[in-house]
């Protein structure tokens, strides 16, 4: 950062309770690639956003940044009005977050890859208890409750013995996005998770995150090249490019009448492939 930010400062935005997620001046390099470039990014509670863009854009790094799954270099990362990669320090100036702070914070996120990493060894029911017991503490008796609610809820409680390797690709990632719900978050992330899925196995995928934005009120980012499902399911749709929005808008203001020429370029590829 060129200049400190305190937990007092206008600048760090703490005035804002409506805003879920924001990157404030975020940069990560990998070597000489910018991959995200000074990024300004504000998501407000219980909205719905879709991020896309070409490969190597930055759309799975921001992701991952705010799983804190990647370190940033600059700028500083906001969830639920607490500074994510930052904590306040004495003279509260914000400083670089501890393990302890991070994991904290952290855990108002959730995350569903596009694998689905299911522990191959235990049943859908027990992939998705796993963690609340482990992590937050809750007896085996609630986090059944809790598994065997959130399964049902994605269409699975028919499967709570069977393990993975039982289940279809879309079965599995329904099973990840209970095992992530099941931590209660308030914010949920979506990366590509159909791109490994064949078409009508992404339809059941996609029809639980549709069912899961209509019943909850959770703020969710999607990285997707669906673009048909991008602008029936989001409030915005954020073009990602060389590490920055390039542009944004509701769904019907970026499918709709794009004003970039590169957002036009990207779509017009898109819709030619599809």
């Given amino acids: 950062m060129n200049a400190p930010i305190t937990a007092g400062d206008p600048t760090s935005t703490s005035n804002e309770p409506e805003l879920m997620v924001q990157f404030r001046d975020v940069s990560k390099h990998f070597g ?37 799954l990647e370190d940033i270099d600059e700028g500083v990362i906001m969830v639920d009005d607490e500074p994510l990669t930052h904590m306040p320090d004495t003279n509260g100036e914000l400083v670089r977050a501890n393990a302890r702070h991070l994991r904290r914070v952290r855990g108002k996120v959730g995350m569903v890859f596009q ?13 998705v208890m796993e963690a609340p017991v482990q992590v937050l503490g809750l007896s085996k008796k609630e986090a059944r409750e809790r598994a065997e609610e959130l399964l049902a809820m994605v269409g699975l409680d028919d499967k709570l013995d ?16 209970a095992r992530a719900l099941a931590m209660r978050p308030k ?25 899961l934005g209509e019943a909850h009120s959770l703020t969710m980012l999607m990285v997707t090249h669906q673009m048909g499902f991008a602008r029936e399911f989001a409030d915005r749709v954020c073009f990602f490019n060389e590490g920055r929005i390039h542009e944004q808008g509701t769904p019907d203001e970026l499918f709709g009448n794009p004003q970039e020429t590169r957002t036009q370029e990207f779509l017009s590829a898109v819709t030619q492939a599809s």
């Fill in 32 to 68: 000489d690639l910018t991959v995200l470039n000074h990024l300004d990014l504000d998501v407000r509670t219980g909205e719905k956003v879709a991020i896309i863009g070409p490969s190597g854009s930055g759309k799975s790094t921001l992701l991952r940044a705010l799983m804190t």
């Fill in 115 to 127: 694998s689905f990493n299911l522990f191959p060894h235990m049943s859908t029911r027990q992939n």
């Fill in 162 to 177: 069977h393990y993975p390797s039982q289940l279809s690709g879309g079965q599995q990632q329904r099973v990840a996005i």
């Fill in 187 to 211: 914010v949920m992330l979506f990366d590509e998770v159909t791109s490994a899925l064949d078409p009508e196995l992404c339809g059941e995928v996609l029809n639980v995150i549709r069912r």
